[in-house]
């Protein structure tokens, strides 16, 4: 049954357990957690954030402790090295660079391993409160990617337990800011994130992955 899923990426260790417990409070039924080495509380699992120049050798060593890899392109040719490259699980979106890093060569190649447009919600406001043409980049990413059948994830990053929200106010943002219907919305921070995460999509992938991680050797 699919759940709320959110991913946080707290700024020191000494807030993880609060700020997890303040999202399952708030109604996500598993959260990600991004940076924190050590065990994770209940209800958590570990996610991992590389620049896509550490595409296969820095990305197969986080691989096997990570539910989900994120690569972060510096430029488009990064986002296509990243995409087809079956470590990855999803490439951010491109919140914070000048222009696009994403086109349909790369949302059709994820969508075939099975990945996602990763929407980082909160450092993605605090951009925009400078350049708004950061929105403008973000909403034809999301464009293409649906275009090419690929589903993106919403989560809020959030970096302080203040930034952890309710996940209608996810859904709302993807619905206003990125101009979805909210049923479209809703599904890229609950169906398809719970899709992401779940065993049917680990088992699908495992061999492909172990076949990567085996031939970079």
């Keep these: 049954m699919p759940v709320y899923i959110d991913v946080i990426a707290p700024e020191n260790r000494s807030l993880l357990e609060e700020m997890v417990e303040k999202a399952l409070s708030l ?4 959260v990600g957690v991004v940076g924190s080495p050590g065990d994770l509380p209940e209800g958590a699992f570990r996610v991992s954030v590389v620049k896509s120049s550490e595409i296969p050798h820095g990305a197969r060593k986080l691989r096997g402790a990570s539910r989900l890899l994120i690569a972060v392109p510096r430029s488009l040719e990064e986002a296509r090295r990243s995409t087809f490259s079956k ?12 222009r696009p890093n994403f086109d349909y060569v790369c949302a059709r190649q994820l969508k075939r391993n099975e990945g996602t447009l990763f929407i980082p919600v909160v450092p993605m406001v605090s951009r925009m409160l400078g350049e ?18 690929l589903y993106p994830m919403i989560a809020s990053m959030a970096r302080r337990p203040e930034e952890v929200v309710p996940p209608r106010l996810l859904v709302s943002f ?4 990125l ?10 921070v609950k169906d398809f994130p719970s899709y992401m995460i779940s065993g049917g999509r680990r088992l699908r992938v495992r061999g492909v992955v172990t076949d990567e991680i085996q031939d970079t050797d």
């Design 27 to 30: 109604g996500f039924g598993a």
């Design 87 to 98: 470590l990855v699980d999803g490439v951010m979106a491109s919140y914070d660079t000048a």
């Design 132 to 149: 708004p043409r950061v929105i403008r980049n973000v909403r034809l990413e999301v464009r293409i990617a649906l275009h090419a059948g």
């Design 174 to 177: 993807g619905e206003f800011m």
């Design 179 to 188: 101009d979805l219907r909210r049923e479209q919305a809703k599904a890229m």
